[in-house]
């Protein structure tokens, strides 16, 4: 078979102001708790924030997945390690360029707003992709392994930096 095909997970690393949101969740889930004491609607409140707790606090546990297949990238969002949803779909046909974030073959895209689908881990190397789909540039910033660069370097040479 001459099928390329690999995938690679990786998890977004918690940043302060999602920390910041799980205590506020957690605390007003305590004190929706109290007040439930207090007053007899205490328990209405109560019951919203548990609901809230476990709507909210899956979405902030997230793991991307990036999956290469024959020219085909695709990558999901898993959320809590349970739902998981496509995000971003292209084919290296739709490839503009990619390279390390913030090198010179960039600064020609620096108005296109970025979606961000890396760790957020200021230790990783990540690599930002410019693709066109239906007229309109779009910049994504992911973590690929090695093994999805040579993959799309081969369909694209000119088109990878590495």
Known sequence: MSDFYTEQLVKR?????????????????????LS???FPLGILFFGIMIVADIFLLRQLDLE?????????LDIDKIMAKQKRKRVFQTNVSELEVIAPTGSAELNAFQNIKAHNFSTM????????MVVVKNGQKEKIIFEPNQTIL???????PRKVIL
């Open 150 to 156: 040579e993959g799309m370097r081969m369909l694209a």
């Open 13 to 33: 690393k918690a940043s302060m102001g999602t920390m910041v949101a799980k205590a506020a969740l957690i605390a007003l889930t305590v004190v929706s708790l």
């Open 36 to 38: 439930f004491f207090l």
């Open 121 to 128: 881990n200021p230790d990783h190397k990540t690599y930002t």
């Open 64 to 72: 991307f997945e990036y999956l290469y297949v024959n020219g085909d």
